[in-house]
């Protein structure tokens, strides 16, 4: 399985888990909003703090995103690119973030396929702090609530990354088992789920949410992309038994390289390692119930 050195030395722990609750519920983003502000709005009236959300559309400008990109020193496996701030409204097609707190205030990180006012079609990673709403929009949200994804330096990448920790609940109400999530890098996507539903009793899960990145991607229909560094967001995500009777992850998702190519598929179970990171929220689903 294809692998990318990291800067720091790995950390033991693989699989950063929080035990927590949370529910599934939709908003209307805003327009004229700042797209982190109506995601905190958003969030904070079903009585969460964060959680996850995904775009099956909506309209953002201004807009400003950066893409992977090969680091320029040996401090990082790969970077990011200069800022991009295309004219007028962007058009999102899909999206994942994950709402959470960094330097003691609401972040987010988001990464998201889009069509420019020009018709460029792209995608990458969202700045919070440059992009607007541009008209409402509606998008579905699960809220965890017993945990939050808190952005603390991680010295195995060098990067100031999202990972979960517990935070005292809320109890919002008619909230169901999660777990918050982060799998680390080089191991492969897949397996790392199977793993943990395995460990767990765990005998059918969805995944609400998903933003991270792979060491280029393989995906089920023979499609691959070679160059390393991506940011992938997940479209929907599910683990339960196969034709063997044994887990397995169906991971459908969407993202975008270093050099600008864009794939979408189901992975490959087994050659999908972590680059950098993957942050999810894993919800257990009971024998019968959706």
């Given at each position: 399985?294809?692998?990318?050195?990291?800067?720091?030395?790995?950390?033991?722990?693989?699989?950063?888990?929080?035990?927590?609750?949370?529910?599934?519920?939709?908003?209307?983003?805003?327009?004229?909003?700042?797209?982190?502000?109506?995601?905190?709005?958003?969030?904070?009236?079903?009585?969460?703090?964060?959680?996850?959300?995904?775009?099956?559309?909506?309209?953002?400008?201004?807009?400003?995103?950066?893409?992977?990109?090969?680091?320029?020193?040996?401090?990082?496996?790969?970077?990011?690119?200069?800022?991009?701030?295309?004219?007028?409204?962007?058009?999102?097609?899909?999206?994942?973030?994950?709402?959470?707190?960094?330097?003691?205030?609401?972040?987010?990180?988001?990464?998201?396929?889009?069509?420019?006012?020009?018709?460029?079609?792209?995608?990458?990673?969202?700045?919070?702090?440059?992009?607007?709403?541009?008209?409402?929009?509606?998008?579905?949200?699960?809220?965890?609530?017993?945990?939050?994804?808190?952005?603390?330096?991680?010295?195995?990448?060098g990067f100031k990354l999202f990972g979960p920790v517990a935070r005292a609940a809320t109890a919002p109400g008619n909230t169901r088992p999660a777990f918050?999530?982060?799998?680390?890098?080089?191991?492969?996507?897949?397996?790392?789920?199977?793993?943990?539903?395995?460990?767990?009793g765990i005998g059918h899960a969805r995944l609400r949410g998903g933003v991270g990145s792979i060491i280029g991607a393989r995906f089920a229909d023979g499609?691959?992309?070679?160059?390393?560094?991506?940011?992938?967001?997940?479209?929907?995500?599910?683990?339960?038994?196969?034709?063997?009777?044994?887990?397995?992850?169906?991971?459908?998702?969407?993202?975008?390289?270093?050099?600008?190519?864009?794939?979408?598929?189901?992975?490959?179970?087994?050659?999908?390692?972590?680059?950098?990171?993957?942050?999810?929220?894993?919800?257990?689903?009971?024998?019968?119930?959706?």
């Amino acid at each position: 399985m294809r692998r990318i050195e990291q800067p720091g030395l790995p950390v033991a722990e693989r699989i950063q888990c929080v035990e927590a609750r949370g529910r599934a519920f939709s908003f209307t983003m805003q327009a004229g909003t700042p797209l982190l502000e109506a995601a905190r709005r958003g969030f904070a009236d079903a009585g969460f703090a964060g959680g996850v959300l995904n775009m099956r559309g909506g309209a953002l400008g201004p807009f400003a995103y950066v893409m992977p990109a090969l680091s320029k020193t040996p401090d990082h496996a790969a970077f990011y690119s200069d800022t991009f701030r295309p004219a007028g409204v962007t058009q999102l097609r899909m999206g994942a973030m994950t709402l959470g707190e960094r330097d003691g205030a609401p972040f987010f990180h988001c990464h998201a396929l889009w069509t420019e006012a020009d018709g460029h079609v792209n995608g990458g990673h969202i700045l919070p702090e440059e992009t607007i709403v541009a008209e409402p929009f509606e998008v579905d949200a699960f809220g965890i609530d017993g945990a939050v994804f808190l952005a603390e330096p991680d010295p195995e990448t060098g990067f100031k990354l999202f990972g979960p920790v517990a935070r005292a609940a809320t109890a919002p109400g008619n909230t169901r088992p999660a777990f918050a999530l982060r799998l680390r890098p080089n191991q492969d996507f897949a397996g790392c789920l199977e793993a943990f539903c395995r460990q767990r009793g765990i005998g059918h899960a969805r995944l609400r949410g998903g933003v991270g990145s792979i060491i280029g991607a393989r995906f089920a229909d023979g499609k691959t992309v070679v160059p390393f560094a991506t940011e992938l967001l997940i479209g929907s995500g599910e683990i339960a038994p196969g034709r063997s009777g044994a887990l397995e992850a169906q991971l459908d998702v969407a993202l975008v390289d270093y050099l600008g190519g864009l794939a979408e598929g189901r992975l490959v179970r087994g050659d999908n390692p972590v680059l950098m990171t993957m942050e999810l929220v894993l919800e257990p689903l009971e024998a019968g119930r959706p």
